[in-house]
T-cell receptor, first 119, second 108 residues
Framework: DVKVTQSSRYLVKRTGEKVFLECVQD?????MFWYRQDPGLGLRLIYF???????EKGDIPEGYSVSREKKERFSLILESASTNQTSMYLCASSSSRGLAGGRGTDTQYFGPGTRLTVL | DAKTTQPNSMESNEEEPVHLPCNHSTISGTDYIHWYRQLPSQGPEYVIHGLTSNVNNRMASLAIAEDRKSSTLILHRATLRDAAVYYC?????????FGQGTILTVHP
């Protein structure tokens, strides 16, 4: 079974802190994604990556950056956390080649989520 | 990606079939229709996907209208564990755009 793990289930940080959220997948997937989920707004894509060292902005990249130095690991970075970044953060991975230029339908596998609170 | 419309909520009784509708009138000919669900306190999980033909797997069936402007996810015998938010998504390039989904409540 595909396993996507996230470094923490719950995290509390202070405004202005630098925050790292880590995601690891064990299925050699090319693609990895970061979403945030807020009540009434659903899941929104922050960034995604279709290869090591490659990254693409999603729908709401402002205030975030990402890093993909190894295929299995995708990190979300909040350079200076703010209270409006309090949210549930979900990581996902897939093996679809669609993001690299073709069409793809492969399943996205999600981690359990990290609930981040910024005080 | 295609815009999809789903009812906000639906209710069912345990052991009964559930038909979850989705309208996607702007879907392009190359967009697949995906269904995911999110159980409480978990990340979304894949349920099923299809392009033109009806599809079956161990979790559910997907019935796609001939004009592809709508589809229906069918849970043949709902269980309490099927209570979740169900998302219908139309996409063709590996990215998923989640809407609000349908909250399914299953009564014992």
């Amino acid at each position: 079974d595909v396993k996507v793990t996230q470094s923490s289930r719950y995290l509390v940080k202070r405004t202005g802190e630098k925050v790292f959220l880590e995601c690891v997948q064990d299925m050699d997937h090319e693609n990895m994604f970061w979403y945030r989920q807020d009540p009434g707004l659903g899941l929104r894509l922050i960034y995604f990556s279709y290869d090591v060292k490659m990254k693409e902005k999603g729908d709401i990249p402002e205030g975030y950056s990402v890093s993909r130095e190894k295929k299995e690991r995708f990190s979300l970075i909040l350079e200076s956390a703010s209270t409006n970044q309090t949210s549930m953060y979900l990581c996902a991975s897939s093996s679809s080649r669609g993001l690299a230029g073709g069409r793809g339908t492969d399943t996205q596998y999600f981690g359990p989520g990290t609930r981040l609170t910024v005080l | 990606d295609a815009k999809t419309t789903q009812p906000n909520s639906m209710e069912s009784n345990e052991e009964e079939p559930v038909h979850l509708p989705c309208n996607h009138s702007t879907i392009s000919g190359t967009d697949y229709i995906h269904w995911y669900r999110q159980l409480p306190s978990q990340g979304p999980e894949y349920v099923i996907h299809g392009l033109t033909s009806n599809v079956n797997n161990r979790m559910a069936s997907l019935a796609i209208a001939e004009d592809r402007k709508s589809s229906t996810l069918i849970l043949h015998r709902a269980t309490l564990r099927d209570a979740a938010v169900y998302y219908c998504i139309g996409t063709s390039y590996g990215k998923l755009t989640f809407g609000q989904g349908t909250i399914l409540t299953v009564h014992p």
